[in-house]
């Protein structure tokens, strides 16, 4: 049964993985790196690339460990006591607005009493929704999904529906993906079978993202186009900021906010009452972002 | 003693008086104005403006009542009945990096059993902070506040200070201004004083930003500074998802978004862990974003 540092390892792997292959997509960037230390246990190297095709990407990794805050544990619904849990998470930006924006979070969290559980997902935020692309990226997470177990996809796609999405403007974040937390021994699965799972999920994200970006990055982007892309990262910003289990996580625990907002745009914008015109792409993306859509 | 209908005239009244001014003041932007009812009960009229000098600004009226939702009356700990609420509330966004932007809000409150209070504030956002404008401003509101009581003015200074604060920034929003809350006939005012006191700061409002934005309109901007800016403006968006009661409330009680995330900025940036040079301007103005600096 793997323990608690073989999974941060692999974390850290995965990390040094996907951001190899991202310099690769990219083909000029270089990620800057950060050490930190947590004052109450832990470390992580947060990372960031400003590439030529990557506008702003965060890839983070982190492991801490130490005595639970009550109002944590109260929030988590697990008896008080010592906890220790690492990941992976990312979001990036890119420079061409026909490019989508993509988040993924691999992560593991154990504590006493023999309580563990994984949780993650990667979802698609595409300033203008491609068919194609849709239905490509479900189909490579339902065959990642697949590999595991037939209850998950349409579980974690549902999941995903659910938790990206922007209430106050009845939009879905983007066109989803899969999304799930806390998978443990419940339902008879062995701890080995859901790290199986979790790597599996992290090791399809940079080919997939590196496949989308290379299809986009050269396209040609107009004045309306690139408005629309800011607009759309005001949505993104407003989903973090206000929603983000993670991001409000975060904050109040006093995690390091440079890493915990690294997922934040470059530079977005926002316009009163903006309504694109009828029968545009704008258009037909907000038709788009609406929970329940099967893209495959 | 003033009745709801009223003070919601006057306030009505005081949006026409500021949007007037401001268009004076920014010399070509028009406002539009949006009509809007509430479901629940009562209505609002919300006016944008995009000016020449006023980049984004929107000043809200609204008069709304109803039942209160549970939620919300244990929120306010009042007892459960039905409520009315008024008010004016803003926020200009300018173009040029050396004029603040600036918030001002004046509402009032009732409910069943007599239950009354008012509330607002003002308070600025510079860019860069002028010490010159800081005092005016501080000035200003503190002989409104000392033309009703002398404790008014430490006593919502501190409010301020206390309330626009970025918590997971360790740093304050702008330089503050004034804040206060449930203004009722506690400490024996009568609602005509209250009253008095909250009309006096409507009042000063549009002359107070029209000076500030006349002195730096056409001060040349350096690319940098136009930068800096824009990294300023995503403080403002963090604030106001991640913090501010009213957005929150509004957001929470399914109001109408669009009139509610109008204080947005029209464009803004974030960059990984940006530290201003030491000695520069943006590290001046960084210094001087804490509480408790005594302006006046």
């Known amino acids: 049964m793997p323990d608690k ?12 993985d996907i951001c190899r292959q991202l310099e690769a997509a990219d083909g000029r960037g270089r990620f800057r790196e950060d050490y930190w230390e947590r004052p109450g246990g832990g470390y ?11 506008e702003k990407g965060g890839v983070n990794f982190s492991a801490v460990h130490g005595s639970m805050p009550e109002k944590i544990s109260q929030a988590l619904q697990v008896p008080p006591g010592n906890f220790f849990a690492s990941g992976v998470s990312i979001v990036l930006h890119p420079v061409n607005a026909h490019a989508p924006i993509i988040h993924m979070n691999v992560r593991y969290f154990e504590m006493d009493h ?13 300033h203008y929704v491609d068919r194609e692309d849709a239905a490509r990226f479900h189909g490579a997470l339902k065959a990642v999904c697949d590999r595991h177990h037939s209850d998950y996809y349409p579980a974690f796609k549902k999941w995903a529906d659910d938790y990206f999405f922007i209430r106050h ?4 974040r983007g066109i989803g993906g899969i999304f799930f937390d806390r998978l443990s021994s419940e339902g008879g699965f062995s701890k080995d079978q859901r790290f199986g799972f979790v790597r599996d999920v992290g090791e399809a994200f940079a080919p997939l993202y590196a496949s989308l970006l290379n299809k986009h990055k050269d396209k040609p982007v107009s004045d309306q186009e690139k408005n629309w892309q800011y607009l759309r990262r005001g949505r993104y910003a407003e989903f973090n900021l206000v929603y983000d289990r ?5 904050l109040d625990t006093e995690g390091r906010t440079e890493s915990i907002l690294m997922s934040l745009p470059p530079m977005a914008a926002w316009e009163y009452d903006h309504q694109p015109a009828a029968g545009s792409r704008e258009a037909e993306t907000l038709g788009l972002l609406r929970k329940g859509v099967e893209w495959v």
Chains 1, 2 share one sequence.
């Open 5 to 16: 540092a073989t999974i941060a390892n692999w974390f850290q792997q995965l990390q040094n």
């Open 44 to 54: 992580g190297y947060s990372r960031v690339i400003l590439g030529q095709h990557i």
């Open 114 to 126: 023999g309580i563990w559980w994984f949780g993650g997902g990667i979802d698609l935020t595409p």
């Open 169 to 172: 403007r009845d939009e879905t």
């Open 246 to 250: 993670g991001t409000k996580f975060g």
